[in-house]
């Protein structure tokens, strides 16, 4: 039995893909992902649709609305309308991003959460009810951010402590990682490696936007650069070999082109095998 919840490559789902996508099979795509908030309670012809593809595929879930680290209550309503969701659909693992988007209204981008011990204990404590509620572990998401408000610790001491302190695991983003890295100016590969890989549950790669040679835009929407095929690269390296999951929000190309970048996935997962501990017995 894996340790993952999915395994192999996976294909973020978005709705004005379900038509052109339809024809894919086990053989190009291992597992899917949508955003429970996009399809929690659609009926009819779209609901028809979703329904179908979760009948022929594994599916996961990365949640945009959560707020993890808002200063506004957690939504525990959101939160039971998706433990019935990914109970309905069958759902192999719920994931969301370590920041925030909300406070006294939805505030439609990702924030970053200060990096502070106090943060750590408080976004800790509100992934623990989350997980309480919904009887399950879910993973956090490594996120890209532009600016770092009321810094006490480094990114990387904030994400580990947030995740041992909550008993959570980790959604490994190695686009995120890359974008940060120019914005912010550390290296790539010591901050993969000192994340702890034994939690990643899955990995995100996607592409961005060059604003600038200082700067980089997290955009989901132009094709996965060589830098961060090879962080991907380097994550086997370290870790093992991961299920990897392809996010094109928009700019959305054709199936043929996605599935030359889910091969390049492939090929990089058959030079390692699967690592020891996802084996149990």
Not at 179 to 193: E, R, T, W
Not at 231 to 260: M, V, W
């Amino acid at each position: 039995m894996s340790r993952f919840p999915v395994n192999g490559v996976g294909l973020g789902l978005r709705r004005s893909m379900l038509d052109d996508f339809a024809h894919l099979t086990s053989d190009d795509v291992n597992f899917m992902e949508v955003a429970p908030e996009n399809w929690v309670n659609v009926g009819g012809r779209l609901g028809k649709k979703f329904r179908e593809y979760t009948e022929k595929f594994p599916f996961v879930c990365h949640g945009l609305s959560l707020s993890i680290g808002s200063p506004a209550p957690l939504d525990m309503s959101l939160v039971k309308d998706i433990k019935a969701f990914l109970a309905e659909y069958k759902i192999h693992a719920y994931t969301e991003h370590l920041s925030y988007c909300s406070d006294a209204g939805h505030l439609y981008d990702l924030v970053p959460i200060p990096f502070t011990e106090e943060a750590v204990k408080y976004t800790a404590d509100r992934i623990r009810q989350v997980q309480d509620c919904l009887e399950q572990r879910i993973a956090m998401e490594n996120v890209s951010y532009y600016c770092a408000p009321h810094q006490e610790m480094a990114e990387i001491d904030f994400i580990n402590a947030v995740i041992q302190e909550a008993d959570c695991d980790l959604l490994l983003d190695v686009n995120n990682i890359y974008v940060n890295s120019i914005n912010h100016g550390y290296d790539p590969k010591a901050f993969l490696q000192a994340l702890p890989g034994d939690r990643a549950v899955y990995v995100h790669v996607a592409g961005h936007f060059e604003e600038a040679e200082d700067l980089r835009v997290d955009t989901h929407g132009a094709p996965v650069v060589d830098p961060v095929w090879e962080l991907l690269d380097c994550a086997y390296q370290q870790f093992g070999r991961i299920p990897t999951l392809l996010e094109r929000d928009f700019n959305i190309p054709s199936p043929e082109e996605l599935l030359g970048e889910l091969n390049t996935i492939k090929r990089i997962q058959h030079q390692y095998t699967p690592q020891k501990e996802e084996v149990l017995v």
